[in-house]
């Protein structure tokens, strides 16, 4: 037997050899086996929650690194090609064993996130090496589900599946948790997002450190058999110990090709559908609440916690409940149809003023919804895979997973296309919204007055040149006789200086009076303008107060909103309908997986669930009296 298929005892492994073999040689006892469960949920939430950490501070990311919600979409849509192909490789777990993957993929992962990606400085960089996290995440959230089916049997299935489902679910939440915590309402460092990458980064190396230690795996000859119950485990042990490496190279043969069958790929194409208002929350759900109701960041993730919390509770008490009653295809319906009312609820929000709680109420429903599906279809989906060959669980889960990744890849090309409003709204909506806050009044003075603005405009030459020449200019319309006559001569010296003399007593006498009459000389052109825009001028004067405040917004303001606000305007209008139809379509999603329900393999009913169970029984009890004599 090769390296690759051979039970690794305790008694063979010595010195750092713990570090990398992994393989148990015997079905582990109910503790260990928790643990070892526990293990692969904690490493499920903690790849989840490094992969997530982006949405909790897209908003304060986007503008510093200078990417507009279209390429942000789009480099997302790229990342889960990338995993997609990642989630392929996994399938090799089956020949190569899964634990040392993940275990090694934390350890990747958490450096990257604590110190490669926060040290990027422009979108290129963070997206490349986003990129190469994507492609190790996808290699092993698809190991983590495979070690649960492995540890699980199927009358535990729906349960186990329930706490590994819980770990999308609480990595999102610990998202939303640790932003909402950590991230203030006003943030005034452009570089603050890289703050929640360390945080999770070093998490992260911490949970690798745990499962280094820790977390093993079956051999191939236990987890390549099919286990109902645990009273199965004798016979499962028994039949181990007579395989071969050539029986299991046998069933390890053309894995791909015994696996596209139509309840496979149909299954997995149908949850993955549904899924797509799963990963629009994961990937916009801030976005979608800051830009469409004005929410800070720190209440959108508020609104996050809502969301993530009730899915935890609904993957693993329906798991519990799913298993209790033997049955998954209801729950699948049940929870389908009820998601696809509250997707309907949901949309229907968009435009309007909803408060926190009612959204926070929508989205609990909605998400607990989502989990009373989802858990039992992935029970149900490793039953599918079983039936068809036990030995290719994680070539299954591979195939799940790639089309997983694929539906989320197009459906990411598509969002920008159907969503065009965002990138104004993230990138310039909070700037024009807080310059319309502060400067309310001298907005709203030039909406409704935009020709008195356009004729204050015109004339802010001689507007200023009136402030500042107000005394001379009130000497001049006092005397409009004595200056007119002044006029006439166009050159000064040749003014009589009795004309002069009654010009100076006119302006107040003795120096001042001198002095006026200087720089009404020294400024005449400018003088001249201002009496000659007066008919213009005096239209202004009941509005002086409003243009005086006007005049003193400064440049860069009135730029700003002349270059941005009619694009904010715009898009804040067609937001509402835009997120409305791709809500629609993840209605569409969640009724084609009803539809695709009745293919998978199970019972409708507990009571012929319980029948099928007890004949297993019998079948067990037969062939184990059958080998022992």
């Given amino acids: 037997m090769d390296a690759t298929t051979a039970d690794v005892t305790q008694g063979q492994r010595g010195g750092a050899s713990w570090l990398w073999r992994r393989q148990l040689d015997s079905y582990p006892d109910t503790s260990k086996r928790i643990m070892y469960l526990a293990l692969t949920v904690l490493a499920t939430i903690m790849l989840y929650y490094e992969l997530y950490v982006g949405g909790s501070v897209s908003t304060l990311l986007l503008p510093n690194l200078g990417m507009s919600f279209t390429f942000f979409v789009v480099t997302l849509a790229f990342g889960n090609l990338l995993g997609a192909f990642g989630s392929l490789f996994a399938g090799l777990t089956d020949r190569y064993g899964r634990a040392n993957l993940v275990v090694f993929g934390l350890f990747f992962t958490g450096i990257f996130v604590a110190f490669v990606l926060p040290a990027a400085t422009n979108k290129w960089t963070f997206t490349i090496e986003s990129f190469v996290v994507g492609i190790v995440e996808g290699i092993c959230l698809v190991a983590t589900p495979a070690l649960i089916r492995d540890f699980s049997p199927q009358m535990g299935r729906a349960t186990a599946m329930g706490f590994w489902t819980s770990g999308p679910v609480v990595g999102s939440l610990i998202v939303s948790v640790v932003g909402s915590a950590t991230v203030p309402a006003v943030v005034h460092d452009p570089r603050f997002w890289t703050h929640e990458y360390r945080i999770c980064g070093i998490v992260g190396l911490v949970v690798f450190l745990i499962a280094l230690v820790g977390l093993r795996e079956l051999s191939p000859r236990l987890r390549d058999q099919l286990m109902v119950t645990m009273r199965d ?240 200019l009130t000497v001049i319309e006092a005397n409009p006789a004595l200056f007119t006559k002044l006029a006439t001569y166009t050159n000064p010296a040749s003014i009589p200086p009795s004309l002069i003399a009654q010009a100076i007593t006119a302006a107040g006498g003795g120096a001042k009076g ?69 809500y629609w379509i993840c209605f569409g999603g969640i009724i084609f997986f009803v539809l695709s329900v009745p293919i998978m393999r199970g019972r409708w009913k507990p009571s012929d669930a319980r029948r099928d169970e007890k004949e297993h029984e019998a079948m067990v009890e037969a062939e184990l009296a059958k080998l022992n004599t």
């Fill in 233 to 472: 485990r004798a016979l499962v042990e028994a039949r181990a110990k007579g395989l071969t490496a050539a029986d299991i190279e046998t069933a390890l043969r053309h894995p791909f090709r015994q696996l596209f069958k139509p309840d496979i790929v149909i299954s997995a194409l149908a949850v993955s559908i549904m899924l797509l208002i799963y990963y629009t929350a994961v990937g916009f759900l801030v976005i979608y609440l800051t830009s469409m109701f004005g929410f800070s960041v720190k209440d959108a993730n508020g609104l996050g916690n809502w969301e993530w919390g009730f899915n935890v509770i609904a993957v693993v008490a329906i798991g519990v409940l799913s298993d209790r009653l033997r049955v998954r295809k209801p729950f699948m319906v049940v929870g389908g149809i009820a998601g696809a009312v509250m997707v309907v609820v949901y949309l229907e929000q968009a435009g309007h003023h909803p408060s926190y709680y009612t959204l926070a109420v929508i989205l609990a429903v909605l998400s607990f919804a989502l989990g009373v599906a989802y858990t039992p279809w992935m029970a149900s989906f490793t039953e599918n895979v079983e039936a068809r060959n036990p030995a290719l669980i994680a070539t299954g889960l591979a195939v799940w997973g790639w089309i997983l990744r694929i539906v989320v890849f197009v459906a990411f090309l598509i969002i920008p296309a159907v969503i065009n409003s965002v990138t104004p709204l993230v990138n310039y909506g909070t700037t024009v919204a807080a310059y319309s806050t502060q400067y309310k009044s001298q907005i709203a003075f030039a909406q409704t007055h935009p020709q008195i603005v356009a004729t204050a405009i015109k004339y802010k030459v001689q507007i200023a040149n009136a402030a500042k020449f107000k005394p001379e």
């Fill in 514 to 582: 001198t002095q006026v009459l200087t720089t009404i000389s020294d400024n005449k052109a400018a003088i001249n303008g201002v009496i000659a825009a007066g008919p213009q001028l005096q239209t202004l004067a009941p509005y002086a107060a409003q243009l005086a405040a006007g005049a003193k917004v400064p440049p860069s303001v009135t730029a700003y909103l002349n270059a941005h606000g009619a694009a904010v305007i715009k898009a804040s209008a067609e937001a509402p309908g835009q997120w409305k139809t791709w």
